[in-house]
């Protein structure tokens, strides 16, 4: 997976790039006067100019970043020290050069050369500092060959310079990675936490939520459940004393008592619906399969039942909506689908949470329902955006149903 750019890195390599111009064009003015100016040597210190400006001017404009996107930083750094280093094999050309001077101008190169280990610790992965170390001081250590000539007892001590400076980066690389991971991971631990707490407040939210219901259940039960049985009652009693030949009356006591007891129904279906016991009392998995179990047995239809075992427990109100969607779902395959077999899953995949839900009943078309006072698939609708998931309704008139519901979790 690829690391987004830390925040402000450009920003110090623009920094950067404007200290290390200053650095060497003081170095080009006042420039070491035990040497004599050779016209190498005044190549590589106008070279030095030439290669920062250029980064800063690289790094001050905006465009080539939104042009390269994510390559952009690579690039400047792969750039930028093959330039540093190109810039040491220069030496080779000069007439009479000797080991000692080119020491001590690599020498004066490490305060720069360091801070690229720095960036890349910062961004990348060891590996990377292992790479960066390697091509700049391999390079030194070939061009030192190439002017002393041979190895022996008396010039080993010029071989183990670039060594002991290739530790020193790889050592700096290291700590500045291993704090960079530590600040990550404490990051990632806060982020963690703060889901925590999000879920932690949707709980209380959801209990809250949970009393208000069994509260609600509790008044309807004991007021308007009460009195439309009371009502059912009344009217039964009443249509035994009419006598027979009363039949307008004895018909407007059927159509009152048949309205009462459909408002029962409908009531007792409300206080279910409101305590949703099966899903506090069984998990999500369990009362969806509960309910696909009851609809077959209840209708005598095929059912295929597919439900998995989630990763990890969904937050109270992502836990609500699956519940109360599949719930609608397949009280709609038992009230209007006219289907024969039914199919439900359940699972999670690479953080995605997914509830399909099919039938072979007769089908609908669904933009025909729009207006027309059938909220059962806005209700699914508003409950998927309340939680942030897809809901996905494929159905035609003769081929059946399927609905998705597909929820992706943010870690």
């Not at 506090?280 to 369990?286: F, Q, T």
């Not at 059962?376 to 494929?394: C, N, W």
Request: charged share 20%; net charge negative.
């Amino acid at each position: 997976m690829k690391r987004p750019l830390e925040p402000g890195l450009l920003r110090l390599f623009r920094y950067f790039s404007l200290i290390g111009l200053v650095y060497f064009s003081a170095r080009w003015v006042y420039d070491d006067v035990s040497i004599t100016p050779t016209a190498v040597i005044a190549f590589q210190s106008v070279y030095y100019v030439i290669v920062h400006g250029l980064l800063f001017l690289t790094l001050s404009f905006p465009w080539l970043e939104n042009k390269l996107k994510d390559k952009y930083f690579p690039l400047i750094l792969i750039v930028y020290t093959l330039a540093m280093v190109g810039s040491s094999w220069l030496y080779l050309l000069e007439p009479n050069r000797g080991i000692t001077h080119f020491i001590s101008q690599t020498y004066s190169l490490v305060p720069i050369l360091i801070v690229p280990v720095v960036f890349i610790a910062w961004q990348y992965d060891f590996r990377a500092v292992i790479a960066y170390t390697v091509v700049t001081n391999l390079s030194d250590f070939i061009i030192t060959f190439l002017i002393v000539r041979h190895f022996s007892f008396e010039n080993l001590p010029l071989f183990t310079l670039p060594v002991v400076r290739a530790f020193a980066f790889a050592l700096v690389g290291l700590v500045v990675n291993q704090l960079n991971e530590k600040q990550r991971e404490q990051k990632h631990k806060l982020v963690l936490a703060n889901m925590q707490l999000g879920q932690y407040a949707n709980t209380l939210e959801s209990l809250a939520t949970s009393r208000e219901r069994n509260r609600l259940a509790r008044e309807l039960h004991d007021t308007l459940a009460h009195t439309l049985s009371g009502i059912s009652v009344n009217l039964e009693a009443l249509k035994t004393m009419l006598p027979e030949d009363q039949s307008e009356v004895n018909a407007m006591l059927d159509n009152a008592l048949s309205t009462s007891r459909r408002g029962l129904d409908g009531t007792r279906r409300a206080l279910n619906d409101l305590r949703a016991q099966p899903l506090e009392d069984l998990g999500l998995e369990l009362a969806l399969q509960t309910l696909a179990e009851n609809l077959a047995e209840r209708q005598a239809m095929l059912a295929e039942i597919r439900i998995s075992n989630l990763v990890q427990i969904l937050p109270p109100n992502v836990e609500q909506a699956f519940y109360r969607i599949g719930q609608e779902s397949l009280e709609n395959v038992s009230v209007h689908a006219n289907a024969s077999k039914f199919f439900i899953s359940l699972e999670e995949a690479d953080g995605v949470v997914c509830m399909e839900i099919r039938d072979d009943g007769v089908g609908f078309e669904p933009h025909a329902l729009v207006g027309k006072g059938r909220y059962g698939l806005q209700g699914m609708q508003e409950r998927a955006t309340s939680i942030g998931a897809d809901l996905e309704v494929q159905s035609q008139p003769g081929e059946g149903t399927m609905i998705r519901l597909s929820w992706e979790r943010f870690l």
